[in-house]
C-alpha cells in the first residue's frame, strides 16, 4: 500500500504532484489506484470553514494502517492550472475532485463537506470490484474443495457439502453465464454420485 499528501505551495511542490500523476496515469504502475485534490482560495470564508474537516481527513488517511493506494492533494485556487489534473469540472472554492484509473475525468465531490462524507467518497473511488477471471478461479477453487472432502470422507460427511452448495449458489448470482453453467455441472455431477451410491447401498442390503 503506497498513499501521499502533497500540499502545494510552490512550484517544486507542483513539479513533484505531477510527477505523481505520471505514475498515476501509467497503466502499468500500481503506485495509485485514484487521486482526491482539494482546492481552496484565500480570503475565502467558506474555504476557512472547510478546511479542519479537510485536514481531519488527511490525517485520517495518513495514519490508517491499511491506507489505500491513493495520491491527495491540496492546492490553491493560483496553482489549479499548473497540475497535471483533469479540473474542468473546477467552477468554484472550495471543491474536491476524485478520479481513479478506470475513470477519463473527474469526480466532484458534492455533498455535505465533512470528514463522514470525504470517506465516503474515497470508499467510492477506490472500491474494486471483482473481475470475472477472479470469480472463475474461485469457483474452480471451490470446485476443488468440493471433491476432496468427496474423497476423504465418503458419505459419512454429506452435511459437510451444503455450505460449499451455498458458496456456488452465491458465486452463481455473482458472475456471468460461464459460472452458472459451471454451478448446473457441478450440482448434476453431486446428484448422480448420490445415486450411485444410493443404489449401491440398496443392491448390498438386498445381497444380505
Request: glycine share 2%.
Amino acid at each position: 500500500m503506497y498513499m501521499k499528501v502533497i500540499i502545494i505551495n510552490d512550484h517544486n511542490d507542483v513539479n513533484e504532484f505531477n510527477h505523481e500523476m505520471q505514475l498515476f496515469n501509467n497503466k502499468k504502475s500500481s503506485f495509485y489506484d485514484a487521486v482526491i485534490a482539494g482546492f481552496f482560495m484565500k480570503n475565502c470564508h467558506h474555504c476557512d470553514d472547510f478546511k479542519p474537516e479537510w485536514n481531519k481527513f488527511e490525517n485520517y488517511c495518513s495514519s490508517k494502517k491499511r491506507n489505500p493506494n491513493i495520491l491527495i492533494a491540496r492546492v490553491p485556487h493560483n496553482f489549479s492550472s499548473h497540475i497535471d489534473f483533469d479540473t474542468s469540472n473546477l467552477n468554484g472554492f472550495p471543491t474536491v475532485l476524485g478520479q481513479n484509473k478506470n475513470m477519463k475525468h473527474a469526480r466532484m465531490f458534492d455533498k455535505e463537506r465533512n470528514m463522514k462524507n470525504l470517506r465516503s467518497f474515497l470508499n467510492s473511488l477506490v472500491k474494486k470490484k471483482r473481475s470475472h477471471q477472479q470469480r472463475k478461479k474461485s469457483i474452480k477453487d471451490v470446485m476443488v474443495e468440493l471433491l476432496s472432502r468427496k474423497k476423504h470422507h465418503g458419505h459419512k460427511k454429506k452435511k459437510s457439502l451444503a455450505p460449499i452448495l451455498k458458496m456456488l449458489s452465491s458465486l452463481k448470482r455473482r458472475g456471468g453465464k460461464k459460472s452458472r453453467k459451471l454451478n448446473k455441472k457441478s450440482r448434476r455431477k453431486i446428484k448422480s454420485r448420490r445415486k450411485i451410491k444410493s443404489r449401491r447401498k440398496i443392491k448390498s442390503r438386498r445381497k444380505k
